[in-house]
């Protein structure tokens, strides 16, 4: 073999089988732990049930981000390990919800001066138009009333099984008409302009949504801001306009308030409204709120008000929380009277 084909086959050799040069890449491990003790009393049946709380369920994840120049790479995983879930847990001791794994973000992000571009499993364009808050009480009630106790059921009056008859949930009452949720999606995200920007995403199923969300620090005030519209592809929703707004005073006191309407093909559209007043002093967090939706278990109206405190403690990475809600439900025909459900959590939130 002549000198020149050595160098050729060891320069070849070399391409093969040496390890490609690969950008330094940023990997953080976070998540945290969400559990709680929670009781309910159904006007008929009461018990203590330990859940794990739906408001921000226990979940870890793998953040990696990679810049050259000013363009930036990132992979996000998320994935959520619940056991009891505050969401499904119902007066059926027998139907444990037991220990779900489940996926909440599986994606790579693009970003650069022209804006952000996600693709994979992970929050559409309005996910989280409906439930901007400012007020540090979120985790014991927000918007989103059915993360916790959801999977209750209404007792009509009279009826003395252990598992009501009715088979209406809270969370088929009530709903804040938050977006579209998490999908399998191709989002754009734009820079922000002055605190405001747009999004836009089209999901696996074929529906669609465009979101605004803004935030801004004023004198004395910070404003957190969303609206979403979602045009639904199948099933019998059509489409959804639902938005949200808080601020919040320097002075500790702040107000939140959220509207919506879903738009059906058949049968009567649905809409909501959720106000909360809120109070925040150092590192406790107080607050109030009230929540009704109409239509969206047909026929009836769903209703919630409640009360919520929040303690964070920063020398442990935890906050601890109390929560207390009652739910009602009225028959718009008067045919049936239903018990309330009230509903009490305490529980703590211990991140890593």
Known sequence: ?????????????????????????????????????????????????????????????????????????????????????????????????????????????????????????????????????????????????????????????????TVPSSGITVGSALSDMDGNGRQDRLRYDSPSFSGLSIAASHSDEGTGDIGLHYSAQYDGMKVAAGLGYVDFDGGNNDTQTAGSVSVALDGGFNVTAAVGERDVKVGKDSDFIYLKLGYRMGHNAYSVDYHVTDQLQAGHEGSSYGAQYVRTIPAFSTEAYVGVRNYELDDDSGATDYEDVLVALVGARVKF
């Open 1 to 161: 073999m002549t000198v020149q084909k050595r160098m050729l086959a060891t320069a070849v050799a070399a391409t093969m089988f040496s390890a490609p040069v690969l950008a330094e890449v940023d990997v953080k491990f976070s998540g945290h732990i969400n559990r709680a003790v929670m009781f309910f009393d159904d006007g008929e049946e009461s018990q203590v049930r330990h859940v794990d709380n739906d408001a921000s369920s226990t979940r870890f994840r793998i953040n990696g981000s990679t810049t050259v120049d000013t363009t930036t790479v990132g992979v996000n995983i998320e994935l959520q390990a619940e056991s009891q879930s505050t969401a499904v847990t119902n007066q059926d001791k027998s139907a444990s919800d037991g220990f779900d794994v489940g996926e909440r973000i599986l994606e790579f992000t693009v970003a650069d001066s022209w804006g952000k571009l996600s693709v994979g499993q992970g929050s559409t364009a309005t996910d989280g138009t409906s439930e901007k808050d400012l007020s540090g009480t979120a985790l014991a009630g927000y918007a989103s009333t059915v993360d916790i106790g959801g999977g209750l059921i209404f007792r009509a009056k009279g009826d003395t099984a």
